[in-house]
C-alpha cells in the first residue's frame, strides 16, 4: 500500500505539472511578453539607507520604508526619515527596522532588530515604546508585527509572541511549556499571519500553530510525498479567495486552503511540489503577497520576484533584475512586498525600493532582456507593420527583423536570412497575399519573404535613381516606396518608375518622402519633409499642401512625419515640430485643424497616427502617446503613469492588429495598446498634510486635519503648510487647490512644485485652510481641512478695546473744555499769522513769477514771457494807433566759439553780448532770449528810422567789445540784426517776428555783421 501511495503521489504531481504546463502555453500571449516596468527610489530620492526590510501603508495613506538605517515616510514626492536618538525617549526605538504594520485605526507600528517596538502618533510626530513584560527575559529581536483586529499588535520575537494592548499599555507574553501541548511549540517566531476570520498563524522554528480560543493549535506541514515536512516557514499571506500561502527556508512554496463546515476550519498545510526552491530562483523566499487578483507574488533572497497562479499554482513570470533595463526591478533581493490601496506594487530590495502599477493593463510595454533568448532582441524598433495572419512585423536597428505572434507570445527570427542583421530594417511593404518587402541594412538592400517558402531574397533595387527605403505600401497592384523621390515598382517585371521634384509645379514637392498612403481609388498622399502631395495616378500629377505662417489653417508643419486616413474619411497629418493637422474641405477649400501643445499634446513631434475599433487615433509623439476623440478632438496625454514606458517613438513605426491591438516602435522596446481597456484612474486619494512651519520652525500637525485646531500664539504671524495628495501612480501630474477660509475669497490654483501654502500677519480669527486635488486624469481626489486659530495680543483683546474706549471718551471730555480757550487763543495768533504769510506768500509769488519768465543764463526775457509782453505791447500800440519796431538778433559764427573755446567761454561771451545791448536799451523796451545765441527787442513808440539808429548802435557796440578767453587772449564777435517795424493794425506779432527774422536771415546771407529792415524800407547800414 505504501507504495502504490507513492505512485500515485507522483502520478499527482506529474498531473500538476501538465496542468500547469498546459495553462502556461494557453496563457494570453502579451501576458508572456510584457514587461514589468518599475520606477526605482533609493538614496538620491533621500531613503536613507539603501536596504529595504519592511513596506506599509498606514491610515492616511502615506507609504512607510523601514531600513537598516533608519524609518521614512513617503508622500509621493520625498521621503521623510525619521531616526533613534538615545537622548530622546520619543524618537525611534532603532534604527535597524525589521518590520511594520498598521492596527485597525491605521496606526504605524514599528519593530526592530534591536528588540523596540513603538506605535508612532502622527500628531505629535512621536514614538510610543512598549518594553518587555517585567520580570521576563529580554525580548531579542522583533522578525514579525501582525494587528489584531483592534488598536493593538501582535508580536514575534526571538523570546516568545507578545500580545499588546495599546489603550492600557499592557504587554502579554506567550512562551513554550514544556509538556502543554497547547503553548506555543518553540519561542524563537519566524513570522505571523491574522487572517480574516480571526485566526492567528504562528510559524515558530519548531512547528507551525493556529491560536484560537486562547491555545496553540500545531498544524502540520505536509510534503509531496505527503510526509511532514520539518522545515522554518518564513514568510505568510493570504489572498483573495482566503488561501493562506506559505514559503520555507529551504522547501519552497505552500498553501493551506480554508474548508468551512471542518473542525479546524482549514484544510492541511501543503507544500506545492512544482513550486520548489528551483522554481523560485533560490532556497530562501522573504516575503509573499497577492498582488493582482489570483497572484501571488514572492519575493526571495537572490531570485527576484517570482509570480505564481494562485489557481493552478502555475509559474505565470519571473522579475529580476536587469543591468539593461533603466525599468527594471532594482535588485534580485527582496525583502519586502506591498499592494498599496490603489493597486500599485511596491517591492523593498537590498538597493531601495522598487513600485509598479499593474492596474495600467491597457498599455503593456515590451523591452529587450539580458535573461532571455526569445525575448525582443533589439531595444529600437524602427518599424512595424502587419501581415494578414495576425502577426507582427518588427524592424530593428541592430538585429534585423523580429516577428512577433501576439497568440503565441513569441518572436520569431527570419530563417536563411542572415544578412537581414548587418543594418537597420527602417521599413516594410506587405503584399496582399502575405508576402512582405523589406528594406534593410539602413534602407539600402531591398529583401523579399515568400509566405509559402519562408525564404528572404535579396531583390533588386534601382538606387541609381534612388536612396534610402524609408518605407513601402502595396497599392494600385504595385510596390510604392519612399526612396528619395517616388517609386514604382512592379515585382512581376521588375520595372520601376521614378517621380522626382522638377521645374514643372505639379511634379513631386521635394525629394524627401517618408511616407505614402493609399487615398482611395487611383490616388495616394506622399508626405515629404518639406510638404504633403497629393498624387493623382491618372494624370501623374502632384498638388501641394505646404506650412504657411501667414495661414492658422495651413498645414502645421512642412516636415510631415505620419498620415492616416479614418473611418470618416478625414485625413490626419502628423509632423515634427507642428504637431497634428486634421484636414477638412469647406467650400471646396482644404483646411487643417491643428492639434498642438495648447490642445494637450504632450509633445509636438508625432512618430505615428494609428486608429483604433472604436474610432479614436492614437498618436505616438517624443514624450509619451496621446489618445484623441474624433468628435470633439479633445486628447488625454498619457505617460509613465499610464503605463507608457518608453519615452519617445521612432517615425512611423506602428501598426494595427486585426484583434484591435496597437503597436508602437520606440526607442527603448515596444508599446504594445489594448485601447478597450483604457479606463480612467479613479483611485480617489486622501489630500494630507505633509509639514507645518511657524514663524520658520517646523510643527507636528495630524496629516488627516480634524477637529483638532492648530493654535498660534500672537507673536506667530507666518505660517507654511505643506501638502500632498497621496496618489503615487503620477504624482507629478497631480494638482491642487487650497483656500483659507476667512482669508482667501476664492480657490488658490498650484501644481506639484509649489504645494505650500504660506500666509504672512493674519489678523487674529479663526481660520480653516481646505486643501484638495485632482489625479493625473483630473478626478477630484478627497479633501483635508486644518482648522488655524490665531489668537490676538493683548491689545488686541475685546476688554482692553473696551477699556481703550472708556479712556478716550473720558480724555475727550477733558479736552474739550481745555480746547476751547487754546483755540480761541491760538485764533488770534492765527489772525496776525496768516497776514503775515499772505504778505510773504505775495512776495515770494512774484518773485517765483518773476524767475519764471527770465532766461536762467542771461537773466532777460525768455521766450514765453516775452511773447505774453509782446502781444500785450502790440494791442496797446494799436489802440493808440502809435508805432512800434522789433529786432531779432543773432551772434555771427557762435557755434565756432563753442567748438574752438568751449560751451562755458560760449555762455561767458552770450552773457557780455546780452549785457552790452541791455546797456543800450530804454526801460520800456522788451529785451527776450529766444533760444540758442538768437535775441530780440521789442522797440514801443518807435518808427523805422529811429528803430535803424538803435540798431546801428547795439551792432557798432558789439563788434568793438573784446572777450578774454580763459586759455588767454581776447576775440571779438558780430552781430546781425533783422528790423522789421509795425505795417499797420492788422499786423499780427507772428508776422512781425516773421518779416525781422527774414530780415535777418537777408543780412546773414548778405554777410552778416550789419542790420536790414524788412520789404518796405531800402535803408541799411552796414559795418567797416
Known amino acids: 500500500m505504501a507504495a502504490l501511495r507513492q505512485i500515485l503521489t507522483f502520478l499527482a504531481a506529474l498531473l500538476t505539472i501538465a496542468v500547469i504546463a498546459t495553462d502556461s502555453i494557453a496563457a494570453d500571449g502579451w501576458d508572456r511578453l510584457r514587461t514589468i516596468v518599475f520606477s526605482n527610489l533609493g538614496r538620491a530620492e533621500g531613503l536613507p539607507h539603501p536596504v529595504t526590510m519592511a513596506l506599509t501603508q498606514d491610515g492616511d495613506g502615506f507609504l512607510w520604508v523601514g531600513t537598516q538605517g533608519g524609518l521614512s515616510r513617503y508622500d509621493g514626492y520625498r521621503f521623510r526619515t525619521f531616526f533613534h536618538r538615545d537622548e530622546d525617549l520619543s524618537s525611534l526605538p532603532g534604527n535597524t527596522i525589521s518590520d511594520l504594520t498598521t492596527d485597525s485605526a491605521g496606526r504605524l507600528w514599528v519593530g526592530t532588530l534591536s528588540g523596540g517596538v513603538a506605535r508612532f502618533d502622527p500628531a505629535t510626530e512621536q514614538f510610543r515604546s512598549f518594553p518587555a513584560p517585567s520580570g521576563g527575559s529580554a525580548r531579542g529581536s522583533v522578525w514579525r508585527l501582525v494587528g489584531d483586529g483592534g488598536e493593538g499588535v501582535w508580536v514575534g520575537t526571538n523570546n516568545g509572541l507578545e500580545h499588546i494592548d495599546s489603550k ?129 507574488w514572492v519575493g526571495g533572497l537572490t531570485g527576484g520576484i517570482t509570480v505564481i497562479s494562485a489557481e493552478t499554482g502555475a509559474v505565470i513570470r519571473t522579475i529580476h533584475h536587469d543591468l539593461a533595463l533603466s525599468g527594471s526591478l532594482a535588485d534580485d533581493s527582496v525583502r519586502g512586498l506591498l499592494r498599496d490601496r490603489s493597486g500599485l506594487i511596491w517591492a523593498g530590495t537590498n538597493v531601495g525600493v522598487s513600485v509598479t502599477n499593474l492596474a495600467n493593463d491597457a498599455i503593456d510595454t515590451i523591452m529587450p532582456s539580458s535573461g532571455t533568448v526569445d525575448g525582443l532582441p533589439d531595444a529600437n524598433v524602427l518599424a512595424v507593420d502587419q501581415t494578414p495572419d495576425g502577426r507582427a512585423w518588427l524592424g530593428l536597428k541592430g538585429s534585423g527583423v523580429a516577428v512577433l505572434d501576439p497568440k503565441r507570445g513569441t518572436f520569431d527570427r527570419l530563417p536563411q536570412a542572415p544578412d537581414l542583421a548587418t543594418g537597420a530594417v527602417v521599413g516594410f511593404a506587405v503584399e496582399p497575399n502575405g508576402g512582405v518587402w523589406i528594406g534593410a541594412n539602413s534602407g539600402r538592400v531591398l529583401y523579399r519573404y515568400d509566405q509559402q517558402t519562408q525564404r528572404v531574397v535579396q531583390r533588386p533595387f534601382p538606387h541609381g535613381d534612388g536612396g534610402q527605403i524609408l518605407s513601402g505600401v502595396w497599392y494600385a497592384g504595385a510596390l510604392w516606396f519612399a526612396a528619395g523621390p517616388l517609386v514604382r515598382y512592379d515585382p512581376a517585371t521588375g520595372e520601376t ?287 483635508v481641512e486644518l482648522p488655524i486659530i490665531v489668537q490676538p495680543a493683548w491689545w488686541q483683546t475685546l476688554w482692553f478695546r473696551f477699556l481703550l474706549v472708556l479712556l478716550f471718551l473720558a480724555g475727550m471730555a477733558g479736552l474739550v473744555y481745555g480746547r476751547t480757550a487754546f483755540l480761541e487763543r491760538r485764533r488770534r495768533l492765527l489772525e496776525e499769522l496768516v497776514a503775515r504769510q499772505t504778505q510773504d506768500l505775495i512776495e515770494a509769488n512774484r518773485r517765483l513769477e518773476e524767475l519764471a519768465s527770465r532766461d536762467s543764463l542771461t537773466e532777460i526775457y525768455n521766450r514765453r514771457c516775452f511773447l505774453e509782453l509782446a502781444e500785450r505791447e502790440l494791442e496797446r500800440t494799436r489802440r493808440l494807433e502809435r508805432s512800434l519796431s522789433l529786432l531779432m538778433i543773432d551772434v555771427d559764427h557762435f557755434k565756432r566759439v563753442n567748438d574752438t573755446q568751449g560751451h562755458a567761454s560760449g555762455d561767458q561771451v552770450l552773457c557780455a553780448i546780452v549785457a552790452t545791448i541791455k546797456a543800450a536799451l530804454r526801460t520800456s523796451d522788451l529785451f527776450a532770449r529766444l533760444g540758442g545765441e538768437e535775441l530780440v527787442v521789442l522797440m514801443p513808440e518807435t518808427d523805422g528810422a529811429a528803430a ?42 507772428a508776422t512781425l517776428l516773421d518779416r525781422a527774422d527774414r530780415a535777418l536771415y537777408a543780412a546773414k546771407r548778405a554777410g552778416r555783421n550789419r542790420v536790414i529792415e524788412a520789404p518796405g524800407s531800402e535803408r541799411e547800414i552796414v559795418s567797416p
Open 497 to 783: 518608375r521614378v517621380y522626382r521634384h522638377g521645374s514643372d509645379p505639379a511634379s513631386l514637392v521635394d525629394d524627401s518622402i517618408n511616407v505614402m498612403l493609399p487615398a482611395g481609388e487611383g490616388a495616394m498622399w506622399v508626405a515629404t519633409r518639406h510638404g504633403l502631395d497629393y498624387f493623382d495616378l491618372s494624370t501623374e500629377q502632384f498638388r501641394h499642401f505646404t506650412h504657411d505662417r501667414s495661414d492658422p489653417q495651413s498645414l502645421p508643419e512642412d516636415l510631415v512625419s505620419t498620415l492616416l486616413i479614418d473611418r470618416r474619411g478625414r485625413l490626419w497629418v502628423g509632423t515634427l515640430g507642428g504637431g497634428i493637422g486634421v484636414m477638412e474641405t469647406v467650400d471646396g477649400r482644404s483646411r487643417f485643424h491643428r492639434l498642438s501643445s495648447p490642445e494637450g499634446l504632450p509633445n509636438v513631434n508625432i512618430g505615428t497616427l494609428l486608429e483604433d475599433h472604436a474610432g479614436r487615433i492614437w498618436a505616438s509623439t517624443a514624450d509619451g502617446i496621446a489618445v484623441i476623440d474624433p468628435d470633439n478632438l479633445s486628447i488625454q496625454a498619457l505617460g509613465r503613469g499610464d503605463g507608457v514606458a518608453i519615452p519617445a517613438y521612432w517615425v512611423h513605426s506602428g501598426a494595427a492588429l486585426p484583434d484591435g491591438t496597437l503597436l508602437f516602435g520606440g526607442g527603448g522596446g515596444l508599446t504594445v495598446v489594448h485601447p478597450d481597456r483604457l479606463t480612467t484612474w479613479a483611485y480617489r486619494a486622501p489630500a494630507v498634510v505633509t509639514g507645518v512651519r511657524v514663524n520658520g520652525h517646523a510643527v507636528p500637525v495630524a496629516p488627516g486635519g480634524g477637529a483638532t485646531a492648530l493654535v498660534l500664539a500672537p507673536s506667530e504671524r507666518n505660517i507654511e503648510v505643506e501638502f500632498a495628495v497621496l496618489d503615487y501612480s503620477a504624482p507629478d501630474r497631480l494638482r491642487y487647490a487650497y483656500k483659507l477660509e476667512g482669508f482667501d475669497e476664492d480657490w488658490i490654483t498650484t501644481d506639484v512644485t509649489r504645494r505650500v501654502a504660506a500666509y504672512t500677519n493674519l489678523s487674529p480669527a479663526h481660520y480653516r485652510l481646505l486643501v484638495r486635488g485632482t489625479n493625473r486624469d483630473g478626478v477630484a481626489t478627497d479633501a
Open 948 to 989: 535803424m539808429v538803435v540798431a546801428e548802435r547795439l551792432r557798432s557796440a558789439v563788434a568793438v567789445q573784446e572777450h578774454p578767453m580763459s586759455a588767454g587772449g581776447a576775440l571779438t564777435v558780430t552781430i546781425s540784426v533783422g528790423l522789421a517795424t509795425l505795417s499797420g493794425p492788422s499786423e499780427t506779432l
Open 168 to 296: 492600557s499599555g499592557t504587554v502579554t507574553r506567550y512562551v513554550h511549556r514544556d509538556g502543554d501541548a497547547g503553548s506555543l511549540p518553540n519561542d524563537r517566531i519566524r513570522s505571523l499571519l491574522r487572517t480574516r476570520d480571526g485566526t492567528l498563524w504562528v510559524a515558530s522554528y519548531q512547528g507551525l500553530v493556529r491560536y484560537r480560543n486562547g491555545a496553540f493549535e500545531p498544524v502540520k506541514v505536509i510534503g509531496g510525498q505527503g510526509q511532514a515536512v520539518d522545515d522554518v516557514i518564513v514568510a505568510f499571506a493570504e489572498d483573495s479567495a482566503g488561501r493562506v500561502w506559505f514559503s520555507t527556508s529551504r522547501s519552497g512554496l505552500g498553501k493551506v486552503d480554508p474548508m468551512p463546515g471542518t473542525a479546524s476550519g482549514w484544510s492541511v498545510a501543503r507544500l506545492l511540489p512544482p513550486i520548489g526552491p528551483a522554481t523560485l530562483s533560490g532556497p530562501l523566499s522573504f516575503t509573499l503577497m497577492e498582488g493582482r487578483k489570483g497572484e501571488i
